[in-house]
């Protein structure tokens, strides 16, 4: 990552948001969205401003040129604007996936998907698209058709803005991820699961998963969405809380998961990533049964340092490549 060129973009998007913002009644964010369109179109698009606000706004973005930053660059500096509109603005469906985390999905992905040079990705919760982007931009030697839908419509339009801006392909769907999907089934689903409960308990009333008292675990109900939106073979990389076993719903989901799939991993992020240790977290990897689809020897079990610990990711990284290479010799 070019620090400071993720900078000058930052300071960029945060800049005419603030100048868009002080003219239209509208959020941050909303800004941010109205900003990254013109950005990406070259013009402005908002017909209500002043002509002194258009002459600010064109000096701001005349003043660079997005041929001359990286897909990640670009990326990062969007996110940052996202995070400082988000941190003025906490809900808690707005939240984004840590960089490192996503960085890490990538690389266990192409593991998985190594043999694959074409394959088709959905994020059933894709909120601004950050973990997909991230996992996008770093496979480019990967022909990637990704699917993303959200039930939050300024997610999901700073998540089709960050996919121009990045010139990344992707097609992204506006609805809640538990209602029917006009989505084909997928080679690989990538999910940081919300937690909590699911309101629409007729729509759960669909779902094995379903709770038998009370409302049902939106998480819960999303692992099965995604099971059933997998092609046979096709793996999940879900970011699941590291409670997630220990609830009176639990031993559904454990039968649900074993008759379904094979438990390929699970990755133990880092304590320290999380506020509390009951927020920790985890990547849970899970292979859809299929025909001449077999079981792991013995399933990836990883408990991983700080990111910032050189010593151990590396020997974390020398057990990941050696229980795959014991795995292709199946």
Wanted: aromatic share 8%.
């Amino acid at each position: 990552m070019n620090i400071t060129k993720v900078e000058t973009l930052f300071k960029l998007f945060n800049e005419t948001a603030v100048i868009l913002q002080e003219e239209l009644p509208c959020s941050y964010l909303e800004a941010l969205a109205e900003t990254g369109e013109n950005v990406f179109h070259g013009d402005i698009l908002q017909d209500e401003l002043s002509e002194l606000t258009k002459k600010r706004l064109m000096k701001h973005y005349n003043s660079i040129s997005l041929q001359g930053y990286s897909k990640e660059d670009i990326r990062n500096g969007y996110q940052l604007a996202i995070l400082k509109g988000m941190q003025e603005n906490v809900q808690p469906n707005h939240q984004m996936t840590p960089d490192a985390v996503g960085m890490f999905v990538s690389y266990i992905m192409d593991k998985f998907l190594e043999a694959k040079q074409e394959y088709t990705l959905l994020d059933p919760v894709v909120g601004t698209g950050n973990l997909l982007f991230t996992i996008m931009n770093n496979q480019p030697g990967k022909n990637i058709a990704s699917f993303g839908v959200d039930i939050d419509d300024l997610l999901i339009k700073l998540a089709y803005i960050g996919a121009n801006l990045q010139e990344q392909a992707v097609q992204l769907y506006n609805q809640d991820a538990l209602e029917p999907l006009l989505i084909d089934p997928v080679d690989a689903v990538i999910c940081d699961l919300p937690v909590g409960y699911y309101p629409d308990d007729v729509r759960a009333s669909e779902y094995e998963l379903k709770a038998d008292e009370g409302h049902s675990y939106a998480h819960h109900l999303l692992i099965e969405k995604s099971m059933n939106h997998v092609k046979s073979g096709g793996y999940l990389f879900l970011i699941i809380p590291n409670s997630l076993f220990e609830t009176k719903e639990a031993p559904k989901l454990n039968q649900f998961i074993k008759e379904q799939s094979y438990i390929q991993g699970l990755i133990q992020l880092p304590v320290s990533m999380f506020k509390t240790k009951a927020a920790a977290k985890s990547i849970f990897i899970l292979q859809k049964k299929g025909d001449a689809i077999v079981p792991p020897k013995n399933a990836l079990l990883v408990d991983l340092p700080n990111f910032s610990n050189v010593e151990g990711m590396q020997a974390i990284m020398k057990k990941i490549s050696g229980w795959f290479e014991e795995e292709r010799k199946k």
